[in-house]
């Protein structure tokens, strides 16, 4: 069982995040590659600084990823002189998104990056079943769990953090369940901002997440 | 619930051979042989795969398929899960412009599925060179605690111009042979592999008592000198399998040649093994690093090693570096390995440890 603070949504037009990252920051976000900086803003938005050295786990995913990045690297290199610029390497890696939330969030301690296969779906239901085991196991005080976008025109996050014990505003509880709730829905990216919407429109109740049938059993959110 | 994971089934290919019983006969024969590869103006050593097919996605396709034959029959509803750094970017060099990379960054899993046939759960893992471990332990958690009985994880890196350009700008690579731990090595050098493994909660002869990734957050290319995260990793994974530091019997390193890495992994075995750690091995410089598919070829070239009796020597290595102290790769040997560590460390900090035990 965990624990869910409100889940957080973010959405910026390109153009803005850089300034919503010295806002979260106090400062611009040198050589970082874009969907590195909405990484660590949502993070930040996501752990209450109260709760930043706590020892945290990272489960994120991504349709597009460094989508950008690496079409001007396969121009650079395949089209240009076939060298590379570092940086421009570097920005295509999404694994270096955990070191540069870790230098904001200390107790950042492990980070997995899943990128998707499809533009329809989304690993919400893998990502959680893990968050729930690591939990279980003691491994971590926290998981976060996100999925990040960027398309040319804006930059989206959706975020869940959860927790093994409640806190003070936890409003979701999360088991593992082989009933059906009345509800379910869909795995796809944006899950936290319909799990905000299902809260708001209801005051009690359960809801499912829909899940592979190969899990066994269903993901439950509980209102508390 | 928590319950034991087992290996069930392996396969691989990779420069060293077609099969995991190939790789180990090449291994424990001191084949190390690579190809060059050239970036701008500069060569530099490759370990490429043995399929002369020209189409990259042809030839992914035949990798692929002759490593599933080799996991035996499958059921079409088995969860995948796909760990690779690069995907299909050299799918897109050899298309050309205008460089249209697909919507989903894994859209080739997709691809790999349909080749595999199978339609069951699919994910994609890329997690840099740690991405094969990843892959495992979340395949692992969900089998441990019930949700999954099987699970297929396949590690996939294959040749792409872009991966080596990136690290030969980032000055990583070894114009000459990768040289793991010794005092001459200069660099690491890239390969391709495909590799795969069937984890199940049924037993089979050899089971992972041991899986823990970290994060090094020191530098974004590379880890704390001094060896303290990948210390802990290790110390993680050993409180893990319940078992001490002297119940490892040999540890497959991540040692490549790179002089900062495999400094920071030589301090970090000093810190769990005291000044005599176990039998050490490095694959990578004879197979080749093989990025997000490492891990997963590496521990099946090992595991069949272990199976026939036969641990290689470590290719490359002949003089000791006096500031890595006495920490140097074990002789080709016949011992009977009940118990390993496998290590990786990868770019962006990435840490992670196996501990593998014979049933």
């Given at each position: 069982m965990a624990y869910l603070n409100l889940p957080i949504s973010q959405h910026f037009a390109t153009g803005e995040l850089p300034a919503a990252v010295r806002a979260a920051l106090g400062k611009p976000l040198r050589r970082a590659a874009a969907i590195n900086q909405l990484a660590v803003v949502g993070a930040l938005a996501a752990v209450p600084e109260c709760r930043r050295q706590l020892s945290t786990a990272l489960l994120w995913q991504s349709t597009g990823g460094p989508r950008s990045e690496t079409q001007t690297l396969l121009r650079e290199v395949c089209a240009g002189s076939g060298e590379a610029m570092p940086y421009d390497f570097l920005a295509i890696q999404p694994a270096i998104a955990a070191p540069q939330i870790q230098g904001f969030?200390?107790?950042?301690q492990s980070a997995s990056y899943f990128p998707m296969?499809?533009?329809?779906?989304?690993q919400w239901a893998l990502v959680l079943n893990l968050a729930l085991n690591l939990l279980d196991e003691g491994r971590y005080a926290q998981i976060l769990c996100a999925h990040l976008e960027l398309t040319p025109e804006f930059a989206e996050g959706h975020w869940l953090n959860l927790s093994q014990t409640p806190l003070e505003n936890s409003v979701i509880r999360l088991q593992l369940t082989k009933h059906q709730a009345s509800e379910v829905l869909p795995n796809t990216p944006d899950f936290p901002r319909q799990l905000n919407y299902w809260l708001a429109r209801t005051a009690t109740g359960t809801l499912n997440l829909q899940s592979?049938?190969?899990?066994q059993q269903a993901l439950e959110f509980t209102r508390r | 619930m928590r319950r034991p994971v087992y290996i069930a089934a392996s396969g691989l290919l990779c420069a060293r051979g077609g099969s995991p019983e190939a790789v180990a006969a090449s291994l424990w024969n001191g084949e190390h042989g690579s190809e060059v590869r050239r970036v701008g103006d500069r060569e530099f050593p490759y370990f490429a795969l043995p399929l002369s097919e020209p189409s990259w996605l042809k030839r992914a396709e035949q990798a692929v398929c002759h490593v599933t034959t080799q996991l035996g029959a499958l059921p079409v509803e088995i969860p995948l899960f796909v760990a690779s750094s690069s995907f299909q970017i050299g799918h897109y060099e050899q298309r050309g412009e205008p460089y249209a990379v697909s919507v989903a960054n894994a859209a080739f899993s997709r691809q790999l599925a349909a080749w595999m046939q199978l339609s069951g759960p699919l994910a994609s893992i890329s997690n840099a060179c740690i991405s094969g471990f990843s892959a495992m332990e979340a395949a692992r958690s969900l089998i441990a605690s019930g949700r999954l009985d099987e699970a297929v994880i396949i590690g996939i890196e294959l040749s792409n111009q872009v991966t080596l350009a990136g690290f030969s700008a980032m000055e990583l690579l070894s114009p000459t042979a990768s040289r793991p731990f010794d005092a001459r090595r200069d660099g690491l050098v890239l390969g391709e592999a495909v590799a795969a493994v069937r984890l199940s909660a049924t037993p089979s002869?050899?089971?992972?008592?041991g899986l823990r990734t970290g994060l090094d957050a020191y530098s974004t290319t590379g880890p704390d000198p001094e060896g303290g995260p990948i210390a802990q990793v290790m110390a993680d994974c050993l409180n893990e399998a319940q078992i001490s530091a002297s119940n490892i019997e040999l540890i497959k390193v991540?040692?490549?040649?790179s002089p900062g890495t495999d400094l920071a992994e030589a301090n970090a075995l000093h810190q769990i093994f005291g000044k005599k750690p176990p039998a050490l091995l490095s694959l990578k410089s004879a197979?080749?690093?093989?990025?997000?598919?490492s891990g997963i070829a590496e521990l099946v070239a090992l595991l069949a090693c272990l199976e026939a009796d036969q641990i290689p020597a470590t290719a490359g290595f002949q003089q000791t570096d006096p500031k890595i102290g006495a920490i140097s790769p074990v002789d080709r040997n016949n011992c009977h390995i009940k118990r390993a560590l496998l290590n990786l460390i990868g770019f962006g900090g990435g840490l992670a440890s196996m501990i593998i035990e014979r049933s």
């Open positions: 969030l200390p107790g950042l296969d499809n533009e329809a779906t989304a592979p049938l190969a899990y | 002869p050899w089971r992972i008592t991540q040692a490549a040649g197979i080749g690093h093989t990025l997000g598919a």
